[in-house]
């Protein structure tokens, strides 16, 4: 067993039944840390939720052991329960005293339910449980665009979320919408059209930007050998340009917010 887990502060641990979830990062293998390779090969039991073959086969290597979540999905099955029953699945094994390690794709705690539940569940019965990060999209976005979230701050949203909810956003700052090409489909068929959602978050969004506003699609590169997706389209072009459930657009500042004056002198800048 990996020593160099801390004490859950949740609680005295159950003696056992050890969760780690891990990432494998957005780049195949290039991504995966020592750390989580170490997890996979001293795991009892892995599962995985990858859908990238050459990161399959390095964990089904370092474990063989290793068992696939995906049989979980079914064509017409909601997601929610698929992700309950992946839950089930990897907490048996914990129950059962074992150190299961679970790998998902990019990192393991965005845009990723089951493995957030399965810690939650895991310490809520006194396992000790933890969540190791790795590289997402958003961080080779950073990378591949030169964007410093620290120049003039950054707000990330699904799309669906957004227009769904009404979100609130500056347009001072870095606007970023995920998964914008599969606004409002509920398991991504084969063959979605996007045009008409796109057309809708068009509308809303030129009612702070301007038509002819510059945004970018953005779609991360999972390959060293293959260059990231960065289109650069008017705001306005946004329904005629091809999308896919992994682009990701992103809106660059339209104004520049003044400084408070009165805010900096109590900060001690004037």
Not at 9 to 23: C, D, F, K, M, Q
Not at 66 to 94: H, Q, T, W
Not at 189 to 204: C, F, K, M, Q
Request: hydrophobic residues 40%; negative net charge; proline residues 7%.
């Amino acid at each position: 067993m990996i020593t160099d887990i801390d004490d859950s502060p949740h609680g005295e641990s159950r003696a056992g039944g050890e969760l780690v979830i891990v990432g494998t990062g957005y780049r195949a293998l290039g991504d995966l840390s020592q750390q989580a390779r170490s997890y996979l090969r001293a795991a009892d039991k892995v599962f995985y939720l990858i859908g990238e073959p050459l990161l399959t086969q390095h964990i089904i290597k370092c474990n063989p052991s290793a068992e696939s979540l995906f049989p979980f999905y079914a064509k017409g099955k909601p997601r929610v329960a698929s992700y309950r029953e992946m839950v089930d699945r990897i907490l048996c094994e914990v129950r059962q005293g074992s150190l299961v390690c679970v790998a998902f794709y990019g990192h393991p705690g965005v845009f990723v339910n089951p493995s957030h539940e399965a810690v939650r569940q895991a310490r809520e019965e006194g396992f000790r449980a933890r969540m190791l990060p790795a590289p997402s999209a958003e961080d080779w976005l950073f990378a591949d665009l030169g964007i410093d979230p620290a120049r003039a701050g950054c707000q990330s949203f699904e799309a669906t979320d957004f227009l769904l909810h009404a979100r609130i956003f500056d347009p001072a700052s870095v606007l970023i919408l995920w998964q914008v090409g599969v606004i409002g489909a509920q398991d991504w068929p084969a063959g979605y059209d996007h045009r008409p959602n796109t057309r809708v978050l068009t509308e809303v969004l030129t009612r702070t930007y301007d038509a002819d506003h510059e945004v970018i699609i953005y779609e991360a590169s999972s390959y060293e050998v293959c260059e990231p997706r960065i289109e650069r389209v008017p705001l306005a072009k946004l329904t005629a340009v091809e999308l896919s459930a992994i682009s990701t657009l992103v809106v660059p500042p339209a104004v520049r917010r003044p400084a408070d004056r009165q805010m900096a002198q109590r900060l001690g800048f004037v």
